[in-house]
């Protein structure tokens, strides 16, 4: 069957536009840059030939330590040295500071000779003696003694015993002079005196007693 609807017509084309006329500006372009433009965006742009901004790169001496002067250095080494002179003068010696003595009332029980010795019964009594010299002769021998009391109160007396001998030989007087029998002395006090003792011409023991004859010491004779 055939299209009963009539043909539609197709609309005219459309004359040529004559080209638009651009004038004497038709021929102009864009000049291209004489200049690098900025390769980042948002930096400042600076025209030709105007002072350049300091630069803002970090530098990298600003972080580095400060540096120590030589005269500190010098003077540190120094001091070090005179430490380790004063710790070898000091410590390393052999000789040491000797402390002070300690005064004490009296006379100093260690300041003087002899055999030291504390009374029998009273330990708060103490001293020293000694056989000074002796000098022997045909009918014995007399002895040159010293008793010290360095504290409380000592009493003394003697006896000897020839070598072998059991039986105890005591002072005979008609010696030297001055003659120490038996006595009593205090705290810085010293007996000093002669015995004689009719002893044979060989060693012997020469003992120091109470007043009352006990024993306290002995020290021996030379011959």
Request: without cysteine.
């Amino acid at each position: 069957m055939s299209d009963p609807r009539p043909p539609f017509s197709q609309p005219p084309s459309d004359p040529a536009q004559p080209p638009v006329p651009l004038g004497p500006y038709a021929s102009w372009q864009p000049p291209s840059p004489q200049y690098p433009l900025p390769s980042q965006p948002g930096a400042p742009w600076t025209p030709p030939g105007a002072p350049q901004p300091p630069s803002t790169r970090a530098d990298i001496n600003a972080y580095a330590a400060p540096r120590v002067k030589t005269s500190v250095i010098v003077a540190v080494a120094v001091g070090l040295i005179l430490v380790a002179v004063l710790f070898a003068g000091v410590f390393l010696r052999g000789d040491k500071p000797t402390p002070a003595p300690t005064p004490t009332s009296g006379t100093s029980t260690s300041a003087l000779p002899g055999m030291p010795f504390t009374m029998p019964g009273d330990t708060t009594s103490t001293g020293r003696w000694e056989v000074v010299d002796r000098e022997w002769t045909d009918q014995g021998v007399s002895v040159h003694i010293r008793v010290y009391a360095s504290s409380g109160t000592v009493t003394y007396g003697f006896q000897a015993y020839a070598k072998g001998a059991s039986d105890a030989i005591r002072p005979t007087r008609g010696g030297r002079q001055p003659e120490l029998t038996t006595g009593s002395i205090t705290n810085g006090q010293v007996a000093d005196g002669y015995i004689f003792l009719a002893l044979p011409h060989a060693e012997s023991t020469l003992f120091l007693t109470t007043r009352g004859g006990r024993a306290i010491s002995a020290l021996p004779i030379t011959a």
